[in-house]
């Protein structure tokens, strides 16, 4: 095992000729106005992609990237300066510009020495990275996906499979002398079969991953299912009707489903919008948000979860943060600036994509706790409705609260059964209202498949949600059959 | 330190070809930014950066990698360079893959006048004075605008160089600049916020900061007390942002990488109609100054103007060569390329040519109907054209806005909307690379209460 697995702290002062004493001198320059925190972010990350498409892998990719941000915090102002280039006089550099927000001349705070090391959690722990595996069996696996995925049904016309992989090291020096460092690996299997039936076409989509090893995708011959369900979804869809417009009851499968919470509720409690009363759900903590029902919670510290995390981008050990206990709103994820000023504290919540960007209030894995009813009960209970299984991607409106989620496979409910696939459609609600229709929560709390990627402010970082059947009395639905 | 030119372009081809490449392509690009953020008449954030990086796309052959490090020291990169061939070599042949045909290559190079010498990289307290004047005009222009997200001025300047080891070589200078502001209205319905923008490559060509302020806060305001309306079927009215996204869906249901891969609804569509006769959609990489222009593509073709749709006629596919080879045709300059991908294809300045009507004479060619200024979500399914997106907008009642709604969804399919498209306006404004004027289509289902 490379050394840096083992003490990522020493990875950067290996590979750049730092030394502590350095790091001490660009804290320092950070902070020679009046600021109230500094800190350093490091990364160096390794990324492979594998691609077939025509029963061939005929693209393949690798890259390199290595950085360092300096960020510099003076009350509700932030400076931010990054450069690609790792050296002591570029980050003294990026340094004084980081440090051009803060205005007054004179110290407020003394940098500490830097040494005292964070301890994180252990959650992604591997045997070998995901990129230790050799191409020639990535390759196979994904023709194996081909022959699996065009087995399934002769409509199945196009197959295109991916599988990417990346190794991240990441180091936080901050200006309260603390070290953070973590090695985080990732990777994801993506499967997308097209089906044809005389003109009609559908598309079908699936897949999984997560901080994991590759033996992950073979244990259970996951990979086989990857490829099944996408062309599962793809058959389903070409016998698809159109979906229904208006208000109904909605039923949302378990897993990938909880996309919902992501939307309606996950990004209105972040806690840069509330501390600038921008969100919908600004100021309403301690007041029902959701039927009782509901309890959500979101949590950086589940073992091997694409949204896990040992400690957040600012080095802050990931947490489980309560948002909804039995429909009262109690908490907001929270970065280390928004805390302080907000006068809480920080929730391991601050991420970032990459060194070129700063810091903010993101989500980790987001999900709905079990209730009692059973998934059979309550689509047994919906006389007309839909019954919405698995989602594309979604967006919110923080201000108004309105979201939308968009559902890839849907089918009607009529009396009880669930019937006719549907075509895919918007479902489009009110973050403060839709989780006060919540009548029925199943037993059958499932994260989803390790999939989610979340954009804010121009910032990508993966994510995980996860949901038990329930059933939304009434949310609209955007078909075309008015 | 190493500094990024053509010659290391050359030093990284010749390197690729000891290594065992047979042909390979080197892109290089370098660029810095400054942004600058206010919010309530305070800096809120400043961020400056600078970036270097190198891609390189191998061949042996018929097989290929692509690959892209910021470690351009000699030493690293040919370790580097060794890497990717070999991978290339575990890739599996793809007799499409290739170069393009060589004899594609311009030999002269067009000046777009693309970066703004005169001004680059703006500093930070210009930069900061420039958001804040239109965060101001925002927040004194009515007393409902009690709060905001901020405003924004961001200046970048990039370099891009690019060489093929069939002699192309060519690089280009560019410039961008942009301002926006979203302030926030707010009454006893609850709060809106608004958001509007310029962006342009000449600095002295934005529009001024305190219109981008003032036109936020005017469409903040016009949302406070927005409702849901019924289900029913309306014709749709999409304000010029709006209708923007649908000739970007158009243009990239109209992409080879799209139709070889057959998840397009314009598979087969080549030479029929796929638009109202009085659609024609212009894609043109040549425009002086364009946000989308560039001189080459990224594989190092011509770019050039031609009407994707003419007169409701499909005219041409976007591509590059890969997918040009795969249909059967020649690349058309749209080739598009990150340093760390292969090349994909992409629009250049698309719009859609401005029709005879204001858009107030649009809205009042509506009895019942809806105005969207705003959406939200991705429920646009590119293989069948589905179309299914949350809105919000106006609500018109006999020719006139009557109210704001919201929390309502648009569907349709694409293929029946472009048919449909009934009026264009003569609103054309370029403050994006795909822009486009008011568009009436005649019905759409729209989801409500």
């Known amino acids: 095992m490379a050394d840096e697995l083992i003490k990522p702290e020493k990875f950067f002062l290996n590979r750049f000729g730092m030394t502590e004493s350095a790091l001490d001198l660009i804290l320092g320059t950070a902070l020679e106005r009046k600021a109230d925190y500094a800190d350093l972010y490091f990364e160096y990350r390794n990324a492979e992609a594998l691609a077939l498409e025509d029963s061939i892998v005929n693209h393949t990719s690798k890259s390199v990237s290595q950085g360092v941000g300096v960020r510099v915090c003076a009350e509700d102002r932030t400076g931010y300066a990054y450069s690609d280039e790792v050296t002591v006089d570029t980050m003294r550099l990026a340094a004084e510009t980081a440090r051009a927000i803060a205005q007054e001349t004179g110290r407020s705070i003394a940098p500490v020495h830097v040494g005292a090391i964070v301890k994180r959690h252990n959650l992604y722990e591997l045997e070998s990275t995901p990129l230790d595996v050799p191409v020639e069996a990535r390759a196979r696996l994904l023709s194996e996906i081909d022959t699996v995925a065009r087995a399934y049904d002769p409509r199945v016309k196009k197959v295109m499979a991916s599988f990417a992989a990346e190794q991240k090291v990441v180091m936080i020096v901050t200006s309260e002398g603390k070290i953070a460092a973590d090695v985080q690996p990732l990777c994801r299997l993506s499967v997308t079969v097209i089906a044809e039936d005389g003109h009609n076409r559908q598309v079908g989509t699936y897949g999984g991953g997560g901080r994991v090893e590759w033996r992950y995708f073979l244990e259970g011959e996951k990979w086989r299912e990857y490829a099944r369900e996408a062309a599962r979804q793809a058959i389903v869809n070409l016998d698809a009707v159109d979906a229904p417009a208006g208000e109904m009851v909605v039923v949302l499968g378990h897993g990938w489903p909880g996309i919902l919470l992501h939307e309606a509720i996950g990004h209105g409690l972040e806690g840069d919008f509330n501390r600038k009363g921008v969100s919908a759900f600004s100021g309403r903590i301690g007041q029902r948000v959701a039927s009782e029902l509901c309890t959500v919670i979101d949590d950086g510290t589940i073992r091997n979860r694409r949204g896990s995390l040992n400690i957040d981008d600012e080095g802050t050990p990931t947490g489980r943060t309560v948002l909804i206990e039995k429909g009262i709103l109690r908490g907001y994820m929270q970065d280390r600036l928004n805390a302080r000023l907000m006068k809480m504290e920080p929730t391991g919540n601050g991420r970032r994509e990459s060194f070129a960007h700063a810091p903010m209030p993101r989500m980790t894995n987001t999900f709905m706790l079990s209730g009692e009813s059973t998934p059979e009960d309550v689509i047994k209970s919906v006389r007309n409705g839909l019954y919405a299984v698995s989602f594309g991607g979604g967006q919110v409106d923080i201000t108004n609260g309105k979201f939308v989620f968009s559902a890839s496979e849907a089918y009607l409910i009529e009396d009880g059964r669930v019937t006719r696939p549907v075509k895919g459609a918007t479902l489009i609600g009110n973050g403060p209202d839709v989780l006060t229709r919540v009548t029925m929560v199943a037993n059958d709390m499932h994260l989803d498949p390790g999939i989610g990627t979340c954009g804010k402010d121009g910032q990508s970082v993966p994510v995980g949600v996860g949901l038990p059947t329930i059933r939304i009395d009434g949310i609209t639905v955007g078909g075309t059959r008015a | ?449």
């Open chain 2, 1 to 449: 330190m190493a500094e990024m030119d053509l010659a290391l372009a050359q030093w990284a081809l010749d390197e690729a070809k000891r290594c065992g490449a047979t042909a390979a392509e080197v892109l290089m690009v370098g660029a810095e930014s400054l942004s600058a953020r206010v919010r309530l008449g305070e800096t809120e954030k400043l961020k400056s950066s600078r970036e270097r990086r190198l891609g390189l796309r191998a061949f042996v052959e018929h097989r290929s990698a692509t690959s892209s490090t910021a470690e351009i020291e000699r030493d690293s990169l040919a370790a580097f360079i060794a890497e990717t061939v070999k991978l290339a070599r575990l890739t599996a042949p793809d007799p499409w893959s290739g170069l393009p045909d060589p004899a594609l290559h311009p030999s002269r190079l067009p000046d777009l006048g693309l970066a703004d010498d005169e001004h680059g990289i703006i500093g930070a307290q210009k930069a900061l004075e420039l958001a804040r004047a239109s965060e101001y005009a925002a927040l004194k222009s009515d007393n409902r605008i009690k709060n905001s997200e901020g405003a924004e001025f961001d200046s970048g300047r990039y370099h891009v160089m690019f060489a093929n080891s069939q002699g192309f070589a060519g690089e280009y200078s560019g410039t961008s600049y942009s301002l926006s502001a979203m302030p926030i209205a707010q009454d006893d319905s609850g709060m809106q916020v608004g958001y509007w923008y310029t962006a342009n490559r000449m600095f002295d060509r934005l529009e001024p900061a305190e219109s981008i302020g003032a036109t936020a806060a005017k469409r903040a305001l016009r949302r406070l007390g927005a409702r849901k309306v019924e289900t029913t079927r309306a014709p749709v009215i999409f304000d010029p942002d709006m209708a923007a996204g649908l000739i970007r869906s158009l243009a990239g249901a109209a992409s080879g990488t799209s139709l070889y891969k057959s998840a397009s609804f314009l598979v087969g569509r080549l030479g029929h109609r796929v638009a109202s006769t009085n659609v024609t959609i212009v894609d043109d990489g040549t425009m002086p100054s364009g946000l989308g222009s560039k001189p080459f593509d990224g594989e190092g073709l011509a770019t050039n103007r031609k009407n994707l749709v003419e007169n409701g006629v499909l005219k041409t596919y976007l591509l590059d060569s890969y997918s040009a080879r795969r249909l059967g045709l020649a690349p058309t300059g749209n080739a598009s390329r990150s340093v760390g991908a292969p090349p994909g294809v992409s629009p250049t300045n698309l719009y859609l040519e401005p029709g005879p009507y204001t858009p107030e004479r649009i809205i009042g060619s509506v009895k019942r109907g809806l105005y969207v200024t705003e959406m939200i979500g991705f429920g646009v399914n590119a293989v069948t054209g589905d179309y299914s997106r949350g809105a919000s907008g106006m609500w018109i009642e006999d020719g006139e806005l009557a109210y704001p709604v919201q929390e309502i969804t648009i569907a349709g399919n694409l293929k029946d909307m472009f048919m449909s498209i009934e009026m264009i306006g003569n609103d054309l404004v370029w403050r994006s690379s795909v822009v486009s004027p008011t568009v009436k289509i005649a019905e759409m289902t729209i989801a409500g209460a």
